[in-house]
Antibody, heavy 120, light 110 residues
Framework: EIQLVESGGGLVQPGESLRLSCAAS????????MHWVRHAPGRGLEYVST????????YYGDSVKGRFTITRDNSKSTLYLQLGSLRPEDTAVYFC?????????????WGQGTQVTVSS | QSVLTQPPSVSAAPGQSVIISCSGS????????VSWYQKLPGTGPKVLIY???RRPSGVPARFSGSKSGTSATLGITGLQTGDEADYFC???????????FGGGTKLTVL
């Protein structure tokens, strides 16, 4: 069974940093690119970032570019998202997701999400 | 970044059918494959349709998808109260190198 389990969320103040993790199981992690997507109350799904199978190529949504960093450790089947210079508008549930095919397609399998709250 | 356009809300009575549209403005959308997701409060999105019209195992045949040019649709027949949720379309835009999502459509089953 494919499982994605996010962790690392919490309450932080504006300007602070946080690192999210996503532990993957049930498939060969290194065969797939991976996504991060977030969902804020009353708002739609928002694209955050994608990383290639090897980790050498990364993409970011406009609202997080320059502040967030996506990485992966294929030896641990774990995806990471380093959140920096956090703003109140970054408050959301953050999901990691795997595409159906190896790369170049949208999320298919999703985790349950981890809550990030940015507030003073 | 461009987004996909969905109606904010649709509603219908139990047993009836609805169609939710998703239109794209990106020049690459016509060549992209669309997925549809159901989002319930407190849970991760669930994929209902992928590759425009393919249904994952376990998703009832009441859910169907189609795509023509720069417009995709999700159809739901035999509406149930349990279908009340937010529905999103999504695609990978190769030109923008980003996942694009629609703004979401809230389905109310009256």
């Amino acid at each position: 069974e494919i499982q994605l389990v996010e962790s690392g969320g919490g309450l932080v103040q504006p300007g602070e940093s946080l690192r999210l993790s996503c532990a993957a199981s049930g498939f060969t992690f290194s065969d797939y690119s991976m996504h991060w997507v977030r969902h804020a109350p009353g708002r739609g799904l928002e694209y955050v970032s994608t990383i290639s199978r090897t980790g050498t190529t990364t993409y970011y949504g406009d609202s997080v570019k320059g502040r967030f960093t996506i990485t992966r450790d294929n030896s641990k089947s774990t995806l990471y998202l380093q959140l920096g210079s956090l703003r109140p508008e970054d408050t959301a549930v953050y999901f990691c997701a795997r595409p159906y095919y190896g790369s170049g397609n949208p999320p298919h399998y999703w985790g349950q999400g981890t809550q990030v709250t940015v507030s003073s | 970044q461009s987004v996909l356009t969905q109606p904010p809300s649709v509603s219908a009575a139990p047993g009836q059918s609805v169609i939710i549209s998703c239109s794209g403005s990106s020049a690459d959308f016509g060549n992209s494959y669309v997925s549809w997701y159901q989002k319930l409060p407190g849970t991760g999105p669930k994929v209902l349709i992928y590759d425009n019209d393919r249904r994952p195992s376990g998703v009832p045949a009441r859910f169907s998808g189609s795509k023509s040019g720069t417009s995709a649709t999700l159809g739901i027949t035999g509406l149930q109260t349990g279908d009340e949720a937010d529905y999103f379309c999504g695609t990978w835009d190769a030109r923008l190198s980003a996942v694009l999502f629609g703004g979401g459509t809230k389905l109310t089953v009256l």
